[in-house]
């Protein structure tokens, strides 16, 4: 690589971190913190683009940290997994949990073909209300050979409608006729991110909150099987096309790795301070963050307008019919 070329490069890379961090301070502002971050930073990233277009020159460093970048957070964010809680704790919880990522995926996919909606973006943003947002969308959109740009709309999506309903949860909380372990795995099942549940889940205290994010945990941990189900799924479709075959996605190997020193390494075998899982939990938020910039620099709001209101009406409503089953059978 030129001396230019590298330039160019690293100026890319350091670009994304700049509007993440432009995200990060956004997301001081009253009523942003309520969005986070991740939506803080998509929503420069996209508003960047329209009033200046693409970064051409920055193009190598901007798709690096889109695809690698994305890729190590995806990695790490494995630590977040504990998987003996999962497996020990919460045996009836994963099967509920299975039956949210059916329910959702299945739902929208037939809504999307009713209403004939764009199929790349609602198959993402089903994945992502079923299993764990922006994380679940970026760890199966290569598996789906889907397209950057449509991929930075389903995180759009996803955030904006699970920052409201985290919001709405936490209104309903005092009106609710349920315990705190029940308003726990309520929102653990139906909410979309880790930081909605958690947001979600606070008011209930403790227990409530160690509730939510067990229930939000087990959908975490399922999003393993089903992307080597929708690896299949495309490898059988690309044979019946002769298209290529979807490469492995080694990944998702790290991130299983990572789970499994984080449950049964990390602590019990090596001990960590809570201030380096803290760092490490910090910059993983950074990595991906800075990889949904990349993926905001590709956003249309013309594309939003034609291909993404209809998956955005769809999701809305498989949303909501989640959120009332979900709150009968906690």
């Not at 277009?53 to 494995?78: E, Q």
Request: with cysteine; proline share 3%.
């Amino acid at each position: 690589m030129r001396e230019s070329s590298k330039t160019a490069w690293l100026t890319g890379v350091l670009f994304t971190f700049l509007i993440a961090g432009l995200g990060y301070l956004l997301a001081m502002v009253p009523g942003f913190d309520r969005a986070g971050q991740l939506a803080a930073a998509i929503v420069i990233a996209v508003f960047y683009r329209q009033i200046f277009g693409y970064p051409d020159r920055l193009r190598k460093g901007i798709t690096f940290s889109t695809k690698r970048l994305l890729r190590a957070a995806i990695v790490l964010y494995g630590l977040k997994l504990n998987i003996e809680i999962v497996l020990q704790d919460g045996f009836g919880l994963l099967l509920r949990d299975a039956a949210v990522i059916v329910f959702a995926i299945a739902a929208t996919v037939w809504l999307a073909k009713v209403f004939k909606a764009d199929k790349a973006i609602s198959m993402l943003v089903a994945v992502g209300t079923g299993v764990c947002g922006a994380a679940a969308i970026a760890a199966v959109a290569p598996i789906l050979k889907v397209r950057e740009k449509d991929t930075a709309m389903s995180v759009g999506i996803i955030a904006l409608l699970g920052t409201i309903s985290a919001i709405i949860y936490t209104l309903l909380r005092p009106v609710l006729p349920l315990t705190d372990l029940e308003y726990g795995m309520w929102a653990g099942l139906s909410l979309h991110e880790v930081a909605h549940v958690a947001l979600a889940g606070e008011p209930a205290g403790e227990d409530g909150l160690a509730m939510a994010l067990l229930a939000k945990l087990g959908r975490v941990f399922l999003l393993i099987p089903l992307c080597f189900i929708l690896m299949y799924w495309m490898n059988r479709k690309s044979a019946e096309s002769a298209e290529a075959k979807v490469s492995f996605p080694w990944f998702l190997i790290g991130f299983l790795l990572m789970s499994i020193a984080g449950t049964y390494v990390i602590g019990p075998v090596i001990p960590v301070s809570a201030e380096v899982l803290e760092f490490v939990s910090g910059l993983t938020t950074w990595l991906l963050t800075a990889a949904m910039v990349g993926l905001g620099l590709n956003v249309s709001l013309q594309d939003i307008r034609s291909r993404a209101m209809k998956p955005f009406l769809i999701i809305l409503t498989v949303s909501a019919v989640l959120s009332v089953w979900t709150f009968f059978i906690v």
